[in-house]
């Protein structure tokens, strides 16, 4: 059963914006963080940012100025500006929580036309 939907990404030229949703299910509860990695082709998923209890952000230098978390109860945002060909990639949403630990998404291409 899916537990994170997410939601937002697409193809869009570079300058351009988008911006990414993941809802978690009513089943996550007691989530400590909600996160967004990226996987591009060939390599390792990386952190892009994350919010913790508490509101405190995280952002990787990549898109630090870009890029900006956020968190409405059980859905993360993240809109993302002057996107670069450099970000495409496979977004997938992540969650940590006190019973379940760590529920991936499915993620959502996001790629970024030179």
């Known amino acids: 059963q899916v537990q994170l939907v997410e939601s937002g990404g697409g193809l869009v030229q570079a300058g351009g914006s988008l911006r990414l949703s993941c809802v978690a299910s009513a089943r996550i509860v007691s989530i400590n963080a909600m996160g967004w990695y990226r996987q591009a082709l060939g390599k390792q998923r990386e952190l892009v940012a994350i919010i913790i209890r508490g509101g405190n952000t995280m952002y990787a230098d990549a898109v630090k100025g870009r890029f900006t978390i956020s968190r409405d109860k059980n859905t993360v945002y993240l809109p993302m500006n002057s996107l670069k060909p450099e970000d495409t990639a496979v977004y997938y949403c992540?969650?940590?929580?006190?019973?379940?630990?760590?529920?991936w998404g499915q993620g959502t291409q996001v790629t970024v036309s030179s």
């Open positions: 992540k969650t940590t929580s006190d019973y379940r630990g760590d529920d």
